[in-house]
């Protein structure tokens, strides 16, 4: 039983989530952008799921129904005009990956002609990809075949203003609509929070870390509880080749990177050596 | 206030952590296993977080406390000898990079000599790395700059054999402490449950995918409820340099693996492509 039956157009639709739920103004902007381009399905988290990774919900039953789809008069503001496509929205109870892992379920009709993660508040650029359930929903995509690309903002800002924005998502959704991805690969697409970009630069991974990570949360009957915080260090903060350097210089920054983790070189290595038996 | 001060032995120790939860037979076997080799710390989650990635806990406080390290009846009696070198166990209601984060700030003094995570229960290979809580920790590790080591087991039995195994994990973190990690690089160790290891290989991350992924949770109340299952499928089966075809096969796979996963090759291509201005 899927929900989406009988179509009104051929096309394949676009399926958009996001970790930070679906009432962030983030995934409402980008839903309505991308209703200019495809029919738009969006199954996103029935509430915030910042820093979900790439987890899944095991230990007890995920569900989900359809939504409204009603933006707060606050952010109602903000949005962009809709396109000329449908929109359909669901919630989910669990993860952004759960949320694809359902969509490809009991929602979709085949493969979506593309995932759109996002617009995340706030920015996936270096090693936060690893943590972000906005890039674990790109992650999942993936993995199912689909051409996926997350997009975040980076910005605290839960009522961002993501207009200056608008045209390089449609350009960058445009591109990957038309060209494909390679197999095993997807695109992490970080914006600076600018009035203006300066432009949109091919970029890779930075290395960093986060440090300071943890703020006593003064729990009133004597445990110890901490808030999880933190600063985050680029560590090749000259490079300009990386996804942080164009952030921290006004540009879009599209960092294409793939699944399979294997270190070949170290893999070669690790076959000659006294390990291997 | 570091929670381990006075060293008994100047030796920097050996940090464990799992998603299986402190309980689980997994992570006392190889804490009593690591004994052997120097003074360990166990910072593990309060309960089972299978699945959760490289999630980490924004959204309330993080508690920790020690625990006494008391196995239930049944795994006390399949639990190795322990070593010569102490053993303190933590307890963490965070997600296992919660864990990391918890041991680096408030328990450990310093680095540790080398990061455990496992054992798990259940294979952590091909894409299941992505979704595992026990792989999130040893990424975690990683980006702290340690040598880190995830070991698993191909089973769903919570009492596991890990026996015929115990020979191959210390001899792999006898090899970590002696040879250490190239920096943003871990290791990714999978058991098959057999009686006899056929030996040790290096592999790499075969390219896989989960389906038949929902089961109907048939909530009495009508909502649309699901449980997450799976069947998983090895997309390159007839390959024999793989982690998923070792295990099949009877050995011990061992795969390098990086953090960095910027698809270099696209890389190129994309920024000679007309999306770049």
Known sequence: MNMISAETENKAPILITNDDGIQALGILTVARLMSHLRRVIVVAPDSARSGAGCSITSTRPVEFAAWK???????????????????DYFTCSGTPVDCIKIADEYVLNG?????????NHGDNASCSLHYSGTMGAVIEGTLKGWPSVGFSLRT????????????????????????????????????????????????????????????????????????????????????????????DHGYCSVTPFQLDLTAHETLKKLTHSGLIS
């Open 156 to 247: 605290t800002n839960h009522l961002a203003n993501f207009k200056p924005h608008h045209d390089a998502i449609l350009r960058i959704a445009r591109f990957v609509l038309d060209n494909g991805m390679k197999q095993g690969e997807a695109l992490n697409v970080n914006f600076p929070e600018v009035d203006e970009l300066k432009g949109i630069k091919a970029t890779r991974m930075a290395r960093g870390k986060w440090e300071q990570e943890w703020a006593d949360a003064h729990n009133p009957h004597g445990k110890r509880a901490y808030w999880l915080t933190g600063c985050f260090t680029n560590l090749e903060p000259e490079a300009d080749d990386t996804d942080y350097w164009a952030l």
């Open 111 to 119: 493969a979506p002609a593309l995932l759109v993660s996002g617009i």
């Open 69 to 87: 789809g009603k933006a707060s008069p606050e952010a109602d503001e903000l949005l962009p005009e809709a396109g000329p496509y449908p929109i």
